[in-house]
């Protein structure tokens, strides 16, 4: 069993940075595929950002492109994700997933069967 554990969600202003950590318990992290995920309250939790085993292919929210970056050490088996120029709808339980790499459709929840508890990131304006 995979199990997730973020680190890093705190309360900011706008304009500020933050950087997320995803800790992940498996025994071989390059095969898996990590991806963000974040749920604002009263809304569906929405894709944010995803990294390919090797880190080599990245994909991004439109909302969030140009301004939040994710990576991986797969010799800590951790994945990050920087965010630089929050706003205030940036706002929302922050989520780390894992799925084993391949073909997926990396922006739907349903497409990454592990998933972390979350941290919380709120954006002040």
């Known amino acids: 069993q995979v199990q997730l554990v973020e680190s890093g969600g705190g309360l900011v202003q706008a304009g500020d940075s933050l950087r997320l950590s995803c800790a992940a318990s498996?025994?071989?992290?390059?095969?898996?595929?990590m991806g963000w995920f974040r749920q604002a309250p009263g809304k569906e939790r929405e894709f944010v950002a995803a990294?390919?085993?090797?880190?080599?292919?990245?994909y991004y929210a439109d909302s969030v492109k140009g301004r939040f970056t994710i990576s991986r050490d797969n010799a800590k088996n951790t994945v990050h994700l920087q965010m630089n120029s929050l706003k205030p709808e940036d706002t929302a339980v922050y989520y780390c997933?894992?799925?084993?790499?391949?073909?997926?459709?990396?922006?739907?929840?349903?497409?990454?069967?592990?998933w972390g508890q979350g941290t919380q990131v709120t954006v002040s304006s």
């Open positions: 498996i025994r071989t992290f390059d095969p898996y595929a």
């Open positions: 997933a894992a799925r084993f790499d391949g073909t997926y459709t990396y922006y739907t929840t349903g497409a990454w069967p592990d």
């Open positions: 990294i390919s085993g090797s880190g080599s292919t990245t």
